[in-house]
């Protein structure tokens, strides 16, 4: 079984995401998707009502795709941990980390990253407005990585827009009706890092 990782820190998830799953769903034997805390920007919204969007998100995939599950045990700031949870929930399985082209530069910086790709091929979605440089996968390569990149690119919406603009077309029905009952965004503070983050992976 080959099993996508893919977790992702968007405050809140968008349509985006929801294109990167379905996508994922028709190429990987399952989806493992999870909410998580990046070690490297400041969260507006805490991990359980991310979670919840997150759900709420695959939920409205139509039709379903049942191979994308959510599975919140595998969030931790640190990828390694992440792939060792899931090591140990599919200890046959083949894993694929996904992330987005924006932290392929960053990548070689992550806690034990030579254990982490010795343990999972990448998978790269272009993100409009970050370009892949090949010195940057060069280094990954170096390393040890096996990167493929997808033969797609994700829509150009980001959480951060969503946050500024309270544009309802950027989200999920349900989420826009879980941001408004739960009152989230009504304070405007932007995450430390402001830039896009529709694919940061759990953990460094």
């Known amino acids: 079984m080959h099993i996508a990782l893919f977790g992702t820190s968007a405050d809140p998830p968008t349509m985006a995401h929801q294109q990167i799953l379905v996508w994922l769903s028709h190429h990987y034997d399952q989806v493992a998707v999870w909410a998580s ?79 982490l790709l010795q343990q999972v091929k990448l ?24 990167v493929a990149i997808a033969d797609f690119q994700g829509l150009e919406v980001s959480s951060s827009a969503y946050r500024s603009a309270k544009d309802a077309d950027l989200v999920a029905r349900p989420i826009e009706d879980y941001i408004h009952r739960e009152h989230l965004y009504d304070a405007q503070h ?15």
């Not at 695959?58 to 390694?80: F, K, V």
């Not at 932007?190 to 460094?204: I, N, V």
Request: hydrophobic residues 35%; negative net charge; glycine residues 4%.
């Open 190 to 204: 932007e995450c430390q890092d402001d830039a896009p983050k529709s694919l940061t992976p759990s953990g460094h």
């Open 37 to 115: 805390d990046n070690p490297f920007k400041s969260h507006q919204t805490p991990l359980e009502h991310r979670t919840r969007m997150l759900r709420l998100l695959i939920e409205e995939i139509d039709p379903p795709r049942r191979t994308i599950q959510l599975h919140p045990e595998l969030s931790d700031p640190r990828a390694l941990a992440t792939v060792e949870r899931a090591g140990d929930r599919w200890p046959t399985a083949t894993f694929t980390y996904v992330i987005g082209s924006d932290l392929v530069a960053q990548l070689p910086r992550w806690y034990r990253v030579a254990d």
């Open 123 to 146: 998978l790269v979605v272009r993100r409009p407005g970050y370009a892949l440089e090949d010195r940057d996968l060069a280094e990954l390569r170096q390393l040890g990585a096996e």
